[in-house]
């Protein structure tokens, strides 16, 4: 997404008024780019947080793919 929003400056600049109003492709671009980045790092520290307990990572149940426990 933040790369597309370099298209938007592109037509921005086609319409006629570059200079009367400011793009809003730079704050896209750092908006996209920064969600981007805060995801990957929420996602890393979520797999440390559970590597450092000894728990399995989330989203990975111990169930089997037929449904029955491991256990079982």
Do not use: C, I
């Not at 086609?14 to 780019?33: E, H, K, V």
Request: proline share 7%.
């Amino acid at each position: 997404m933040a790369r597309l929003t370099f298209f938007v400056e592109q037509l921005w600049d086609g319409l006629g008024l570059p200079g009367a109003f400011t793009s809003p492709a730079d704050g896209l671009a750092f908006a996209f780019t920064a969600t981007g980045v805060v995801t990957v790092v929420l996602y890393a520290v979520t797999l440390g947080t559970a590597a450092l307990r000894g728990e399995s990572p989330p989203g990975r149940d111990e169930a089997a793919p037929n449904g029955s426990s491991v256990d079982d």
